[in-house]
């Protein structure tokens, strides 16, 4: 069953020895000048402006209830909770070959490729494949996995975040990301796409937070690089997003470091945002993203996953 997550008077100053005239006695005028001196008496008689009435605070901020997680506490070489998630297999083929990136991975689901560690965390590990794996481009390469929550658990509106620590190497894309649940129906970039998290794998010290739809996609997204005040992607880190009608909010450790309005969408294309969304997780190597690895010396390389937490506004 899919799981689908909602969301949520003016005080007068007059100069020394100036006083006020008696309205008795005053010829009767017309009510357009009358009311061009009651107004030249308040002008001249205001000592000041008054000032406007100060800006309303902004909004709090939402509260957020979480409603679905995965802590990946299972025992040491146990796969992932097929309940929750699923596999995707492969090289793309026969759909999308090098899964649109020129990616050289081959997707597998043994506990070689992905696991729980025992230690409260999930395990992503790309290796150098064995021999006899075939690929678009030939022999393959790498191996390594990636999970995903389509047709298990979905969101409109709200939070997801992820606590991740990554490995370094030229070659290697890691990402924590989000496609929209109707892209069977639209295709992709209508459907939607929310990059929470990728790396270059030769840059340590950065990772960045995209949109995707249509008319900003591919090599033209709404994006923005985190660069990290010390350590960087191979320390763990809480890689979140939030969004609702209004904006999409990327966050690096509780710090906000992207926001994208919908207003400023609409110079671009759609704002397709109001819609569910699913999770991914996966370890890509090679491609158009990074570059390909210069050495094997990079491989085993893991990707490790302390836990994703989904969170509705109340």
């Known amino acids: 069953m899919v799981s689908t997550l909602h969301r949520r008077g003016m005080r007068s100053s ?7 005239r008696a309205c008795s006695s005053v010829p009767a005028v017309s009510h357009h000048r009358v009311t061009a001196v009651a107004l030249c008496a308040v002008l001249a008689c205001a000592s000041g402006a008054v000032s406007p009435p100060p800006p309303l605070p902004p909004p709090p901020p939402p509260v957020w209830v979480q409603v679905w997680s995965d802590e990946f506490d299972g025992p040491a070489g146990s796969p992932v909770d097929t309940t929750r998630w699923n596999y995707d297999i492969g090289d793309g083929c026969p759909g999308v070959c090098g899964w649109g990136n020129n990616e050289k991975e081959y997707y597998r689901s043994d506990t070689a490729s992905i696991q729980q560690n025992g230690q409260g965390q999930l395990q992503i590990v790309a290796r150098v494949a064995p021999a006899g794996l075939s690929c678009y481009y030939g022999s393959c390469r790498y191996t390594s996995a990636k999970i995903t929550t389509r047709g298990k658990v979905s969101v409109n509106h709200g939070r997801v975040e992820a606590r991740i620590k990554l490995a370094a190497g030229q070659g290697l894309w890691p990402a924590f990301w989000m496609l929209g649940s109707n892209i069977g129906t639209v295709g992709w970039p209508t459907c939607g796409e929310l990059d929470i998290m990728e790396n ?13 739809g249509p008319g900003y996609s591919g090599n033209t997204p709404l994006v923005h ?20 009608v209004e904006s999409i909010r990327f966050f690096v450790d509780s710090n906000q470091h992207y926001s994208v309005a919908r207003s400023s969408v609409g110079r671009y294309g759609d704002w397709v945002f109001d819609q569910y969304f699913y999770a991914i997780l996966n370890l890509a190597v090679g491609g158009h993203f990074d570059g390909d690895p210069q050495s094997d010396a990079i491989f085993p390389a893991t990707m490790l996953v302390d836990y994703v937490r989904v969170y509705t506004a109340q």
């Open 225 to 244: 690089v985190n660069h990290f005040a010390s350590g960087g992607v191979t320390d763990f880190h809480v890689y979140a997003v939030e969004w609702d």
């Open 200 to 212: 270059h794998g030769s840059d340590v010290t950065s990772m960045s937070s995209a949109v995707h």
């Open 14 to 20: 007059l100069p020394s020895g100036v006083v006020r």
